[in-house]
């Protein structure tokens, strides 16, 4: 009896443990997804929520693989990120990759589209800029936590006078005061922004860009989500490759300039 009873112990613990190991991630709670609150048509706020394109692609692809989730706005970009480090956000919806992300974010295998970013100047004011050094004898702004590729922003840190300041919002109306002679920045988010601000007649943009980088989705690398990154990877390409992505980013900025 007693050889029987071990037995039967022993096949519920295999069982109990098949059952553990095949429990999904999720079980226990929803994916957080953020982004960043100022920068159309990839994510910004709206009534208090967060929208754009990388933040519909991420539940469109998150429907899908019938994973929940919840939108937290956070209000702010760089806390956004320092809650993704932590793990208390699953996953970014629209950021550049760099070096220091690379360390605490799993960024899809592809953006989901490409990003031109230029250099704004208060309207008339317009400089010769063939190359980065060109900027170097002029006083720019920038916006916290923002980035315009890891050499640039490694450039900018060392090489030139940069104030920083809360939200690219802010950082235009620098440049349309005056304050500042130059922002570099998204050309389309930029506009954008510009037009909602009203600040279109004030701020232009010098016509060579300064770089052009990836918009991505990026995972924490410390989310629980993680098992479910490759079929992620395989869907997105699929929206990529079947024109999704590319109407939901026209739809998006018509939506971001209304």
């Known amino acids: 009896m007693a050889q029987i009873t071990m037995s039967r112990m022993l096949r519920l613990s295999l069982i109990l443990g098949a059952l553990l190991v095949s429990t999904p991630s999720w079980a226990n709670g929803a994916l957080v997804i953020s982004g960043h609150p100022q920068w159309p048509p990839y994510s910004w706020e709206k009534d208090g929520r967060l929208t754009g394109i ?79 050094s060109d900027l170097r004898s002029r006083h720019g702004v920038s916006a916290i936590g923002d980035s315009l590729g890891e050499a640039f922003d490694d450039f900018m840190r060392q090489k030139l006078a940069v104030d920083y300041v809360t939200g690219p919002e802010n950082a235009f109306r620098m440049i349309a005061a005056g304050r500042a002679d130059y922002f570099p920045y998204s050309q389309v988010a930029g506009e954008i922004m510009l037009s909602r601000l009203g600040l279109t007649e004030k701020v232009e943009f010098l016509p060579d860009p300064i770089t052009q980088a990836g918009c991505y989705i990026a995972f924490s690398s410390k989310s629980r989500f993680l098992p479910i990154v490759a079929d992620f990877n395989a869907r997105l390409a699929q929206l990529v490759a079947d024109g999704t992505v590319a109407s939901l980013l026209s739809k998006y900025k018509s939506e971001a300039a209304q």
């Open 54 to 132: 990388a933040v519909e692609v991420t539940q469109l692809i998150l429907g899908d693989l019938k994973v929940p989730y919840e939108v937290r706005n956070e209000g702010n970009w760089n806390r956004a990120l320092n809650l993704t480090r932590l793990g208390d956000v699953d996953i970014i919806a629209g950021v550049y990759q760099t070096k220091e992300r690379k360390a605490y974010l799993r960024f899809t295998n592809s953006p989901l589209t490409l990003d031109h970013n230029v250099v704004w100047i208060p309207r008339g004011k317009a400089f010769p800029f063939k190359s980065w």
